[in-house]
Nanobody
């Protein structure tokens, strides 16, 4: 049974930084495409960043240059380093995983991912 558990959310002022972590268990970690999504109140869940088994990364335009996704195969951990945070970054952040290599066409398609964490709240105040 695949399990994803996020941590590291919190409240921060605009311009600040946060680091989110996702502890993964129950599968062969290195063979999964993994990503971070977020959902603001009243809005659809949207993809933020994704990372393939080979370490290649992709980012939504809204976070390019400010967020960094990484994975540690030894610890089975996925991370999202967020800097220069803006109020519009506020939302619940979810870790997601799907077996196999990332597919560029579906990187930020939430229906493509099979496994989800419970989410962690990020609040950025102006």
């Amino acid at each position: 049974q695949v399990q994803l558990v996020e941590s590291g959310g919190g409240s921060v002022q605009a311009g600040g930084s946060l680091r989110l972590s996702c502890a993964a268990s129950g599968y062969t970690y290195s063979s999964y495409c993994m990503g971070w999504f977020r959902q603001a109140p009243g809005k659809e869940r949207e993809g933020v960043a994704a990372i393939d088994s080979d370490g290649s990364t992709s980012y939504a335009d809204s976070v390019k240059g400010r967020f960094g996704i990484s994975r540690d195969a030894k610890d089975n951990t996925l991370s999202l380093q967020m800097s220069s945070l803006k109020p519009e970054d506020t939302g619940v952040y979810y870790c997601a995983a799907t077996r196999g290599y990332c597919n560029a066409a579906y990187l930020f398609d939430r229906d493509w991912y099979d496994h989800w964490g419970q989410g962690t709240q990020v609040t950025v105040s102006s």
